[in-house]
């Protein structure tokens, strides 16, 4: 038989023991619940509609878009990876679509992936 200095000692041991191991649980539960949430402030993408002369990209200083659209009061890069703009190419068209995220860079146009033509 064991002195009763002894289980006492054993108690405590194992008492702080189950207090740091539901510590460590409720801190990491914390942290993961608490670095988890949505981040509210993420932007969703800007969607564009604009008419004017479909062109192809010609040799740029900012090196992005395929095409391009433009009239007097604005200037666009374009991609799509869903419509092939060389079909309207010279024309006078209205494109739907939306800004590309990162864009524009070394100061070049807005570039945006078309989504929509409308002749």
């Keep these: 038989m064991q002195p009763f200095f002894f289980n006492r000692i054993m108690f405590k041991n194992k008492l ?3 207090t740091l191991f539901f510590a460590a649980i409720l801190s990491l539960t914390f942290f993961l619940f608490s670095s988890c949430e949505k981040d509210e402030t993420a932007e969703t993408p800007e969607t564009i509609e604009c008419t004017g002369i479909l062109q192809i990209q010609g040799i740029t200083t900012y090196q992005y878009g395929s095409h391009i659209i433009s009239n007097n009061e604005f200037f666009y890069a374009l991609r799509s ?3 092939s703009l060389d079909n309207y190419v010279g024309e006078t068209v209205t494109i739907k ?3 590309v995220e990162g864009y524009p ?3 070049g146009p807005d ?3 078309v989504t929509e033509v409308i002749q």
Aim: aromatic share 14%; glycine share 14%; net charge negative.
């Design 97 to 99: 679509g939306e800004k």
């Design 16 to 18: 702080m023991k189950f």
């Design 105 to 107: 860079i070394e100061g």
């Design 81 to 83: 990876q869903t419509i």
């Design 111 to 113: 570039y945006i992936e």
